[in-house]
């Protein structure tokens, strides 16, 4: 099946600083999300970004199809942003996402 | 408000008893789904729904059963044959298979 790659695992970052996340796959995809999972485990839709690059505030992201890779952006930390980030990937012909195994960000005041 | 809702937040069994956790959602999704989260892990699909009547075993199905009686409603009983059941427990939908899905806030399920 297909494999999903996030990198780093991990993240440590003053308030005010930009960070970048990155998601590797090894298949085609038709599907591609980024969640954010706060302190209390809920995930929080950030993007459906399968292809493209989209903007939503401090964060956008993009998805090179082609290369088999998706970025997150966040610029201007605040603390609030800490959590962990997931990428989740469905591909073609199958009926599920996978997710990799996330990126923990600890933005410091 | 639409959403996706869990009951209870908290659940904990002892060892060797059945627990059903609830899902429920007012989205209108067809399609329904119960992932596992361990301690520092990502999430892994246990079963999914892609239409009332309907379900798929995931990659973990093992220990687990589920109904889908209803649009609304996909519960999910953790049996005394799922060797490790204490884990956080989410429930997310979509419009369809592989359309965004959308999660509900988890169970925390302890057995003692």
């Not at chain 1, 090179?64 to 970025?71: F, I, Q």
């Amino acid at each position: 099946g297909i494999q999903v790659e996030q990198s780093p695992p991990d993240l440590i970052l003053q308030e005010g600083a930009n960070s970048t996340l990155r998601c590797n796959f090894s298949d085609s995809v038709n599907n591609l999300q980024w969640f954010h999972q706060n302190p209390w485990g809920q995930l929080i839709n950030l993007f459906y970004i399968p292809s493209g690059t989209k903007q939503n505030g401090r964060l956008s992201a993009t998805t090179v199809a082609t290369e088999r890779y998706s970025l997150l952006y966040i610029s201007s930390s605040q603390t609030t942003d800490s959590g962990v980030y997931f990428c989740a990937v469905g591909s073609e012909g199958a009926q599920k996402l996978v997710f990799g195994q996330g990126t923990r960000l600890t933005i410091n005041p | 408000d639409g959403g996706i809702t869990q009951s209870p937040k908290y659940l904990f069994r002892k060892e060797g008893q059945n627990v059903t956790l609830s899902c429920e959602q007012n989205l209108n999704h067809d399609a329904m789904y119960w992932y596992r989260q361990d301690p520092g892990q990502g999430l892994r699909l246990i079963y999914y729904s892609q239409i009332v009547n309907d379900f798929q075993k995931g990659d973990i199905a093992e220990g687990y059963s589920v109904s889908r009686e209803k649009k609304e409603s996909f519960p999910l009983t953790v049996t005394s044959a799922q060797k490790n059941p204490t884990a956080f427990y989410l429930c997310a939908s979509s419009i369809g298979l592989l359309n965004e899905q959308f999660f509900g806030p988890g169970t925390r399920l302890t057995v003692l």
